[in-house]
């Protein structure tokens, strides 16, 4: 079945770069994406990558995708102390509309 | 001021009472979605509707119900057959992707405790 899996905790200083990771398990998955979940709040959309490409940055957040290992990694640079938060990996499942998430990944940034 | 909601934002209720949550969305979204979320098992979803009149079990359905009879509101109730309804719930929707980009915008949540 599909499954999602997510490193579970994060800790980084302010400044520094981040790179939360995820694998997944269903390889027709067309998009991948990244969410974020702020503390007692919904999810939002940080980025999404296509399985046909790579790479895709946007700003401070660089996407990954080794689709061969199955693998996706967000990289945040310069992390801030409002980048503290949940971070979600998803994948796409058949052509209809449903996600899978994984776990989450708490992400904590230290002044 | 387009958006989804839900209603409440807390919600206490006795063990064995049904309890319906409130989730509506005016961005003319035709899916929508409820999960269920609990610490270190991220989101799982319960049920989801991609046209009005028609929806579809998630991987957790049991002991919940739910129905779709506009295109803006999407409630669901918790029965008292949920063993364990204690939760943070998330509502979601999103356009009809049929394999594009599906981005879902989510509610901000209702955590319900039984009592």
């Known amino acids: 079945g599909e499954d999602v899996e997510q490193s579970l905790f994060l800790s980084v200083r302010e400044g520094d770069s981040s790179v939360i990771n995820c694998t997944y398990t269903?390889?027709?998955?067309?998009?991948l994406y990244w969410y974020k979940q702020e503390p007692g709040a919904g999810l939002q959309l940080l980025t999404y990558i296509f399985s046909n490409m790579d790479m895709k940055q946007d700003q401070r957040l660089t996407v990954l995708l080794n689709k061969k290992d199955k693998h996706l990694s967000l990289r945040i640079a310069d992390t801030q102390t409002g980048d503290s938060a949940i971070y979600f990996c998803?994948?796409?499942?058949?052509?209809?509309?449903?996600?899978?998430f994984g776990a989450g990944t708490i992400l904590r940034v230290k002044s | 001021d387009g958006g989804i909601t839900q209603s409440p934002k807390y919600l206490f209720r006795k063990e064995g009472q049904n309890v319906t949550l409130s989730c509506e969305q005016n961005l003319n979204h035709d899916a929508m979605y409820w999960y269920r979320q609990d610490p270190g098992q991220g989101l799982r979803l319960i049920y989801y509707s991609q046209i009005v009149n028609d929806f579809q079990k998630g991987d957790i359905a049991e002991g919940y119900s739910v129905s779709r009879e506009k295109k803006e509101s999407f409630p669901l109730t918790v029965t008292s057959a949920q063993k364990n309804p204690t939760a943070f719930y998330l509502c979601?929707?999103?356009?009809?992707?049929?394999?594009?980009?599906?981005?879902?915008?989510f509610g901000p949540g209702t955590r319900l405790t039984v009592l």
């Open positions: 998803a994948e796409s499942i058949g052509y209809g509309n449903k996600l899978v």
């Open positions: 269903d390889s027709s998955s067309t998009y």
């Open positions: 979601a929707s999103s356009i009809r992707s049929q394999g594009a980009v599906n981005e879902q915008f």
